[in-house]
Every structure is written in C-alpha cells, then in structure tokens.
C-alpha cells in the first residue's frame, strides 16, 4: 500500500475542519449579545415545539409568566414531546429549581400571539393557577431573579409594562380580548404580583430581597403526588416563632400541631379517591397566618373482606377452620360468634384455626368478620350457619 503524502492529509484535514466550523455556524450561531444562562441546566425542547432563529438580546421586549397547571417535570416532558407543538424558553419549580428549554436566541412558542412570541421569553411556573397557596416564597425568588437578569440583559425596565402574565397577552384575532388567541387566564389571581416585582426589583438593583416575616412551607407530600393509605404531611415554617399549624383537608380541620416536628400522619382513607387540596395554616405567636397547600391524589385499594371457607347455611361441627381474605391494609380482623369476639388476627393470612362449634348450641348462628383500621370498621363481612353436634 502506498502511504499518502504528508501534505495531502494536512489538507484535506483542514478542508473537513473548516466545512464542520461552517456547518455549526449555519446551524447553530446565536446573535450578538445573546446567551444562555450559564450557572441553568439546559434540556432542550423538541425542534417540532419552537422556532430556530437568531435574535438579539434587544429583540426581547416583553417577558411572559406562565403557570403549568400541573409539575415541572410534566411541563419538561411535555415540552420534550414533539406532539406538544408548544414550549417555554424556562420552566421554574416550586422548589427553586429552574430549567432552560429553548435558548434566548430562538422562539418558543407559548403566548398564542406570534408578533409576542418572536419578540419575548416564556416562563412557565409549576402550580395551578386556579388555587390559593400553591406558589412558593422559593419560586418567587427564583422566578425573579431569572426575571431580573433576563432584564438586564435587554435592558428594559422592570416593571410590568415589561413583565406580563400570559392573560394581558392579546388575542391576535379579537380586537380586546387576551390571554392570547386560546385566553388563557394565567398565573391567575393567586399570582402575588406586588411580592413578585419586588422581588425583581431588587434582584434588578444587585440586592437579595429580605426574607418574609412569616410563611410556611410544605414539603411533603410534593403537587400532584398520588398517595394513599398514611401519608406523611410535613410542614416548615420560617421567620417568626409559630405557635401552631393547623392540617386542613379540601378546608376542613383534620388536625393541629402545637410543637415541632410540624407534621401529620394522615390517614387518606378519610377521604374519597381522587384529588384533594392539603393545606398547613401556620400562627404565628403574634396572631399572624401563613398558608402553604399542595394538591394530591389519593389512589387506596378499598379495604374488602371475604370468606371461602364458611357461608351462609353451611353446616358446622367440631373443630372448624374459618379464614377471612383481605383486600387493603386493616390493622387487624375481628372474628366473633353471635356478637361475641372469639379471635382476632393482626397479620396476613387472617385465619381462625379452631373454632370449636362443638361448644355452640345446635341451630343457627350468626358469624362476623370485622376489618379494622385506625379503631374505625372499614369492611364487614356476616354469615348464618347451622351447629349441629
């Protein structure tokens, strides 16, 4: 084999390099002044979901609130999906958590008003917008902080001729409505804008905003999470000393701590399967409330009993083996003879092994089969059999 001259692969070396360098320049070059937040992860939306472009930091004119109405990592996958055909340029969660999506230089898509879309950066925050209490002081912060150096960079004003929810958007096709061409309504009237921009105006102006007097926080169970059987609800609250913290299940007191831990073990099947709001209403020693809520999803298998080994009319006698399956998770199954308790089985299998019916009258007799949980009758089972020695 002949070996190629030296300076023939020099060549075509630098020929491959400089069509790779012009390649990634037609592709990806950002605009003067443009950039992305370096110290936020950056997951990439799906290309069918935004429009590839090069826009300075002068073209952004307007920044964009949004609420999710669901979680953060819904909102990532979702914008990750190219069926989604919409996308933010951020996405903050309740936590303080922030990831970028669709680079400052490109458009995404989530005004519903293209002229505001090409000319503004979309947030997304988790929560919905529909209920009190679900924002956080930490996404506040966080969300504002972005905001403020968002601002900066295209030096506008921070104020709310520059920072707008998507329900001032216009709708491009009627002349006075809003919420862009679909009206959407968010981040709702629970959007504390007042604490917001003072939030952004500080961090504006290089200062951390002091820290409110007081709140309080839920950190378990997290938005959305489906739960069931005794869920560990944790609250924390901050600044002043708290005297107590009320539980409050879709507005009803389900219980109260006067003392740390701020928490409570409660028992999801209080409640019907499907969403509630859980809600901690923190008093401070002062008189002052602070509320934080989250919404879950109790999803508990109904406690059920059954027996296969005795029903009614079946003729007993002797030493009888009577068993009780059970669905769900009672803390313990009640056996009892005419109303009078005989056994009682704390663990899985549930089986009373001899019942002695030889020590019953002869005739009928009324069987009982009680799943307890929490000192409450969650399921029951009755059977009438007839003794006969």
Avoid: C
């Amino acid at each position: 084999m002949v070996a190629a001259r030296p300076e023939g692969r020099y060549r075509r070396f630098v020929h491959r390099v400089a069509a790779m360098l012009l390649l990634a320049f037609a592709v990806a070059q950002p605009a003067a002044g443009a950039r992305r937040e370096s110290t936020i992860p950056f997951v990439p939306a799906s290309r069918a979901n935004y429009h590839p472009a090069h826009r300075s930091a002068g073209a952004i004119r307007l920044i964009v609130l949004h609420t999710i109405e669901g979680t953060y990592g819904s909102a990532i996958a979702w914008f990750r999906n190219p069926r989604a055909r919409a996308s933010a340029n951020f996405v903050v969660a309740r936590d303080g958590r922030i990831t970028e999506m669709v680079a400052p230089w490109n458009v995404a898509w989530h005004a519903g008003n293209s002229w505001v879309n090409a000319h503004s950066l979309g947030i997304e925050h988790e929560g919905l917008a529909g209920l009190p209490w679900l924002y956080t002081d930490a996404e506040y912060r966080s969300s504002a902080r972005l905001v403020a150096s968002l601002l900066r960079r295209s030096r506008l004003r921070a104020d709310r001729g520059h920072v707008i929810g998507h329900t001032e958007v216009p709708d491009p096709y009627h002349r006075g409505r809003f919420g862009g061409y679909s009206h959407h309504t968010d981040p709702g009237r629970f959007w504390n804008w007042p604490r917001y921009m003072t939030y952004v105006r500080s961090y504006a102006a290089g200062a951390e905003p002091p820290p409110l007097a007081f709140d309080v926080a839920v950190p378990t169970p997290t938005l959305m999470q489906r739960v069931g059987d005794v869920v560990d609800w944790q609250a924390v609250p901050a600044g002043e000393a708290a005297a107590r913290v009320d539980f409050l299940v879709d507005g009803a007191l389900a219980g109260t701590a006067s003392s740390e831990p701020w928490s409570r073990a409660w028992d999801s099947y209080a409640v019907a399967n499907g969403k509630h709001v859980l809600t901690a209403r923190a008093i401070s020693e002062d008189g002052t409330e602070a509320n934080a809520s989250v919404v879950v999803f109790v999803r508990n298998v109904r406690i059920a009993i059954t027996s296969s080994s005795l029903g009614d009319g079946d003729i007993v006698r002797g030493l009888v083996r009577w068993t009780a399956t059970v669905r769900g998770r009672p803390d313990r199954v009640e056996f009892f003879v005419d109303d009078v308790l005989r056994y009682t089985q704390t663990t899985a299998p549930y089986v009373f092994e001899a019942w002695n019916a030889s020590q019953e009258a002869d005739g009928e007799h009324r069987l009982l089969l009680r799943a307890i949980r929490h000192d409450k009758v969650v399921a029951s089972l009755t059977a009438r059999v007839v003794v006969v020695r």
